[in-house]
């Protein structure tokens, strides 16, 4: 688990090559699931790289920009 600034994530890298991961944002509140069901996972991918952004660790990297994945499919 990697504790960032404005997030904290976690992930493994599963023996085919995928990597399987989750964030955590830190917000003034929580959101509707309809919220979040709003956003698409360009956005999701934006909003977090960009709170990674300012971090020391892979979060932010150029790779982990291009190849992060969600449950949804390509983040």
Known sequence: ???GRGCFYSYI???DGDVWW???PRQPREQAREELA???ADE???RLLDLF???DGPAGT???SRRC???TGTA
């Open 1 to 3: 688990m990697t504790f």
């Open 13 to 15: 890298v599963h023996p």
């Open 22 to 24: 989750f964030a955590n």
């Open 38 to 40: 709003a956003a698409t």
């Open 44 to 46: 999701w991918r934006a």
């Open 53 to 55: 952004a300012e971090d």
């Open 62 to 64: 150029p790779t982990t």
């Open 69 to 71: 994945r969600s449950g």
